[in-house]
C-alpha cells in the first residue's frame, strides 16, 4: 500500500529540514520551505482524522518557523498543534499551548496569551481532567486580561476560577475570588445588579469554612459597600443560615433553604456548598463557630 498524501508531505518536509543548503542557497530559505512542508502534511493528516500525527506535524512546522525567525507563523502553528492534539491527547495540546504563551509573552502579546490560557483552563476543567489545574489557569488568564484593560473578561475569568476553587473545598480562595468579581462589578451599571449573587456565594464560603465571624463580617462590609444590599433576597437569605448556624437549628437552616429555592432556583453550585454546611452542622451539636 503506497503512501497517504500527509506521508508523503511529511517524508518531502522532514527531507528539507534535514538538508544542506547550497552555495547559493540561504538557511532561512531552507527553514520556510520545511515549515510549508510541515503544514500542508498537517492539514493532510488533520483530513485524514489523524490528530496526534497532524500535531506532531504543527509542532515540527513551529520549531522550523522558530529556525526561519518567524516567530508569529511558530506562535500559529503551536496553536494549531494544541488544536489537533485536543482531539486525542489533552496534555499534549496543553504542552503546545504552553509553547505557544512562552513566544507570545515574549513578544508583549499578553492580551493572546490570555486567550491561550484561558484554553488551557478549559482543556484542565474539561470533564473534571484537574480542577485544581484549571483553576489556576484561569486565575493566570485573569490577571493578564486585567493587565490588558479586558476587565470583563478578567471578571469571567475570575468567576470562574471561584467557582472551581469552591470545587476544590478551597472555600478560602473561593471567597476571596468572589470578592474580586463583586468589586469590579460593582464599578459598572451594566454589572452592579449581579453583585449580590456574588456576595451571597462568598458568605455561603464562609459558613462553609465553618467561620461564622468572618460571615458577620462579610455581610457588614457589603451593606456598607451598597446599601440597598440588607434588603435584598440574597442577604436576607444569608442572614438566616448564619442565625441558624450559630443556633445549630437544623430545621431551621433547613427550612430557610426550602424556602428560597421555592422563589429562586438553586443552582448546582449553591446546592453542593449548602449540603456541605448542612452535613457540617448535622456533626456539630453545638453550632459553628
Known sequence: MG????????????????????????????????????????????????????????EREASCRQQA?????????????????????????????HQCIKLLVNSGHFRQAADR?????????????????????FVRAGDWYKQEDANATANQCYQQAAELSADLQDYQRSMELYQTVADWSLTSALTKYSVKE?????????????????????LETFAQKDVTFPSTREAKFAHELMDACEQADVERYTAAVY???????????????????????????????
Open 3 to 58: 503512501k497517504s498524501q500527509a506521508e508523503d508531505y511529511l517524508a518531502k518536509a522532514e527531507k528539507k529540514a534535514s538538508s544542506s543548503v547550497g552555495w547559493f542557497g540561504s538557511s532561512n530559505s531552507k527553514w520556510e520551505e520545511a515549515g510549508d512542508l510541515f503544514a500542508q502534511a498537517a492539514n493532510a493528516f488533520k483530513v485524514e482524522k489523524k490528530w496526534r500525527e497532524s500535531g506532531q506535524a504543527f
Open 198 to 218: 456574588y456576595w451571597l456565594r462568598a458568605a455561603l464560603c464562609s459558613m462553609a469554612m465553618g467561620d461564622l465571624v468572618t460571615t458577620q463580617r462579610l
Open 69 to 97: 525567525n518567524e516567530m508569529n507563523d511558530a506562535m500559529n502553528a503551536f496553536h494549531n498543534a494544541a488544536k489537533s492534539y485536543k482531539k486525542s491527547d489533552p496534555e499534549a495540546a496543553v504542552t503546545a499551548l
Open 259 to 289: 424556602q428560597y429555592d421555592q422563589v429562586t432556583k438553586l443552582d448546582n453550585w449553591k446546592t453542593g456548598v449548602l449540603l456541605r454546611i448542612k452535613k457540617a452542622l448535622e456533626e456539630d451539636e453545638g453550632g459553628l463557630t
Open 117 to 137: 490560557e484561558k484554553e488551557i483552563a478549559g482543556i484542565y476543567a474539561q470533564d473534571g481532567l484537574d480542577v485544581a489545574k484549571a483553576r489556576d489557569s
